[in-house]
């Protein structure tokens, strides 16, 4: 069974405009990872956040993490039309030291 | 790109027909993982591998076997595929170290039709 779920399923917005994307789990985790697709490609790893960090920036990238709610955010600051791509949150659970699951990410379309 | 490779790229096949993808990497990583992704399901844990000859099921591992020999190649052994099986199989690697789930890398994948 999915462990994350991506909210929105599709995202559209303007080149420069914020893209936020969600994520939601259901059990404790040892931490967070969302990874990027571009169509027809592997998974590309973004950024990963620890259950006792609350807030992670990379670039134009933030990530922020309530482990009270068991959610996830990811903020595209700046978008670009490279940004299209479907987006993936995934979860290592407490206990697992090698398995992810990942979620059935949301597909952002940046339009120029 | 990490050093992983996919063969083959793409396959076409037909049903009860036995199918070996394989995946090798070239940097030395302990783990290896297999996935299917499917539109409406995303990626998916097929088996995994934690060392030379030490494997594991994943949550959809039914009518998939998996063999690791050597450090560097992983393999995915449909025995009598069925069109159920018809999807994109990318490979992961990582190098997990102490308590946390390191980052994985995946591999280009492989599309594989059964007819």
């Known amino acids: 069974s999915q462990q994350g779920e991506e909210d929105p399923q599709a995202l559209s917005i303007q080149e420069g405009e914020n893209a936020t994307m969600n994520c939601s789990y259901k059990?404790?985790?040892?931490?967070l990872q969302w990874y990027r697709q571009n169509s027809g490609r592997g998974l590309v790893h973004l950024i990963l956040?620890?259950?006792?960090?609350r807030e992670k920036h990379s670039g134009r990238l933030r990530v922020t993490l309530d482990t009270s709610k068991k959610s996830s955010s990811l903020l595209i600051t700046a978008s670009r039309a490279a940004d299209t791509a479907s987006y993936f949150c995934a979860t290592g659970p407490g206990g697992s030291n090698y398995k992810l699951t990942f979620g059935k990410g949301t597909l952002l379309t940046v339009n120029p | 790109d990490a050093g992983i490779t996919q063969s083959p790229r793409h396959k076409v096949t037909e049903t009860g027909t036995p199918v070996t993808l394989r995946c090798h990497q070239t940097e030395n990583h302990r783990y290896m993982y297999w996935y299917r992704q499917d539109p409406g399901h995303g990626l998916r844990l097929i088996h995994y591998s934690y060392g030379v000859k030490d494997t594991d099921k994943g949550e959809v591992s039914d009518g998939y076997s998996v063999s690791r020999s050597k450090t560097e190649d992983f393999l995915l052994t449909l025995e009598s595929a069925t069109s159920s099986q018809t999807s994109v199989y990318f490979c992961a690697i990582s190098e997990s170290s102490g308590r946390a789930t390191d980052t994985q890398y995946f591999g280009p994948g492989t599309r594989l039709t059964v007819l």
């Open positions: 956040i620890r259950s006792n960090e």
């Open positions: 059990t404790s985790i040892n931490n």
